[in-house]
C-alpha cells in the first residue's frame, strides 16, 4: 500500500458544483496533514492546512478522519478558477523531513 | 523577499552531459528538498537537506549529487545525464520546526535530455 494515496480523477464538474477529494494515508501515527494546489506547469503551493477539529477557509473545508485514515477537501460553489491539480502532503510521526509525503494529485476542471 | 529561486528555467541537454541545477532560499529555513515530477504523475523526493552540511538521499537519488555548504544554496548536479532524467525538478524549503510549517516552491526547471 502506498503511503498516500488520492483518486486521480480527473473530476470534470460544472461552476457552482460542490466537490470533494479524499486522501488516505497508511501510517496511522502521521502527525500533520495538508492540502497544496498546483495550476498547470506551476509549482505547487499550500491551500490550507488540515487540523483535527476541521477547518474552513471561504469556500473550501478540510477534514481529518484518523479512524478511517483519511483527509478531505471540499469546495462549495466550484469556479473555473479552482481547475487545478490537488495535492494531499502527510508529514509522519517525527515531523522528519524524510516523512513529508505528497500524494500523486487529483485533477479537477470546472467547466463552464 | 524572493523566497524560493531557481535557475535555469529551461534547458535541453544531450544524453552524457552533466549540469547543476541552482536553487537558493532567502527565508533562512533549515530545510531544503528536491524533487522530480514527470508528466501526469506526483512529486518524486530526490535529496533533502537538514541544515549546512547535511543532506541525505530521498526516494529516487540515483544519477543525482547536492551539497549544502550554506543555508540559502541547495544545488543539484547532474551526471552523465540520461532520457528518463527528462522531467520538471522543483526545489522546496521548510523552516523545519518539526511539525509546523509551509513547504515553499521554486518555479521550476524543465529539463530535456534528448
Known amino acids: 500500500r502506498k503511503e498516500v494515496e488520492q483518486d486521480p480523477g480527473p473530476f470534470n464538474v460544472p461552476e457552482g458544483a460542490t466537490v470533494a477529494f479524499n486522501c488516505t494515508y497508511s501510517n496511522s501515527a502521521s502527525q500533520s496533514f495538508f492540502w497544496y494546489r498546483q495550476d498547470c506547469r506551476k509549482e505547487p503551493k499550500l491551500l490550507m492546512s488540515v487540523y483535527s477539529s476541521g477547518n474552513e477557509d471561504g469556500r473550501f473545508t478540510a477534514q481529518l478522519n484518523r479512524a478511517s485514515q483519511y483527509i478531505s477537501l471540499l469546495i462549495r460553489d466550484s469556479k473555473l478558477s479552482d481547475s487545478a491539480t490537488y495535492l494531499c502532503?502527510?508529514?509522519?510521526?517525527?515531523?522528519?523531513?524524510?516523512?513529508?509525503?505528497f500524494g500523486s494529485g487529483t485533477q479537477l476542471t470546472v467547466l463552464p | 523577499n524572493a523566497g524560493v529561486t531557481q535557475t535555469p528555467k529551461f534547458r535541453i541537454l544531450k544524453i552524457g552531459q552533466s549540469m547543476t541545477l541552482q536553487c537558493t532560499q532567502d527565508?533562512?529555513?533549515?530545510?531544503m528538498y528536491w524533487y522530480r515530477q514527470d508528466p501526469g504523475m506526483g512529486l518524486k523526493l530526490i535529496y533533502y537537506s537538514v541544515g549546512a552540511g547535511i543532506t541525505d538521499k530521498g526516494e529516487v537519488p540515483n544519477g543525482y549529487n547536492v551539497s549544502r555548504s550554506t543555508t540559502e544554496d541547495f544545488p543539484l548536479r547532474l551526471e552523465l545525464a540520461a532520457p528518463s532524467q527528462t522531467s520538471v525538478y522543483f526545489c522546496?524549503?521548510?523552516?523545519?520546526?518539526?511539525?509546523?510549517?509551509?513547504?515553499?516552491f521554486g518555479p521550476g526547471t524543465r529539463l530535456t535530455v534528448l
Open positions: 527565508m533562512n529555513h533549515n530545510y
Open positions: 522546496a524549503s521548510r523552516r523545519g520546526e518539526g511539525h509546523s510549517g509551509e513547504q515553499f
Open positions: 502532503v502527510v508529514i509522519g510521526p517525527s515531523g522528519s523531513a524524510r516523512q513529508l509525503t
